[in-house]
């Protein structure tokens, strides 16, 4: 008959089962909504450069500076002269600061972006309880609450000075309160041409290029046309060369609907009938915008 024999434990086999007092979680469960709130919430921060090192803040704050001085000082103006309005509609301003505006989405929007895209990521947000909507939507929500920050606060401080300048209460109010819409369709606007044009690269340099060159040259180009329209007679297709230019587009729609006095040459702004394509054009490209950010961060976060 056979005789088994135990197996021989290897000589110099040392395992050992620690037991080193993990637990699971028995905590609340926050879920997507949460995590959401927190992704806005941290990039809206970021895109001021809280939380973030002395450098990170440097350029953002010094934007904001320059974005209020001039009301400040033309509100000081209106109060030392007595003056009976302003001396920039609020509705103006931003179209003024244009240039500012421009540089603060370029910096901010690959900051936003490109370093979720450089370092991957992406894929770990995607692990938790947030979809590619959830992220998407805060990253959008974050940086058009940032700039519309960046542009109301400057017309807070204009509504604040005339206010205390002792001018109408019912036209400065009506006039603030159409400044905040043109401001608010301004920073859905270009927050989303500037996460569009971010997200392509993770490179942050590249990013700013790419933002500031569709900004500028867009709006440099549309100008150089309207005004060679202008000298030639053919006004009549200044407002239609105003939809190739993101802030030509705030500029003919304000002036279309919000009483806005058009920076056209010639200050010859769409009719309402050429208004209502202004609206469709800027409807459509936020709604593009939300779009094109949907299928890239589907493949991104494969």
């Not at 440097?58 to 109060?79: D, E, G, N, R, S």
């Not at 010639?266 to 299928?295: D, F, H, N, Q």
Request: glycine share 8%; proline share 5%.
């Amino acid at each position: 008959m056979a005789v088994e024999h135990p197996v021989a434990t290897p000589a110099g086999d040392q395992t050992r089962i620690h037991n080193i007092g993990y637990r699971t979680y028995d905590g609340p469960r926050l879920g997507r909504a949460y995590a959401r709130r927190s992704l806005y919430s941290q990039s809206l921060r970021g895109a001021y450069g809280l939380g973030r090192s002395v450098k990170s803040k440097v350029l953002p704050m010094l934007l904001f500076v320059v974005m209020c001085v001039p009301a400040a000082i033309m509100v000081a103006v209106a109060v030392a002269t007595k003056a009976k309005d302003l001396p920039l509609d609020y509705t103006r301003y931003a179209i003024v600061m244009q240039a500012v505006i421009s540089l603060y989405i370029a910096s901010q929007a690959p900051q936003s972006v490109s370093r979720d895209l450089r370092f991957k990521t992406v894929p770990l947000y995607f692990s938790r309880p947030i979809e590619t909507a959830d992220y998407v939507r805060a990253k959008y929500a974050a940086l058009a609450s940032a700039l519309f920050i960046l542009t109301a606060a400057p017309l807070l401080v204009l509504y604040v000075g005339a206010l205390l300048a002792k001018l109408d209460f019912a036209d400065q109010t009506k006039g603030f309160a159409q400044g905040l819409v043109s401001v608010a369709l301004l920073s859905l606007l270009f927050a989303g041409i500037g996460l569009v044009i971010a997200s392509v690269t993770p490179r942050r340099g590249f990013g700013i290029a790419a933002v500031i060159a569709v900004l500028t040259i867009s709006y440099g180009a549309v100008s150089v046309l309207q005004g060679i329209a202008e000298t030639q007679g053919s006004s009549e297709v200044i407002p239609w060369i105003g939809l190739f230019s993101p802030v030509t587009l705030i500029d003919g729609l304000q002036s279309a609907f919000l009483g806005a006095t058009s920076a056209f040459p010639g200050a010859i702004g769409p009719t309402k009938g050429e208004g209502v394509v202004y609206v469709l054009c800027v409807l459509g490209l936020i709604a593009a915008s939300y779009g094109l950010l949907m299928r890239r961060y589907r493949k991104v976060g494969l």
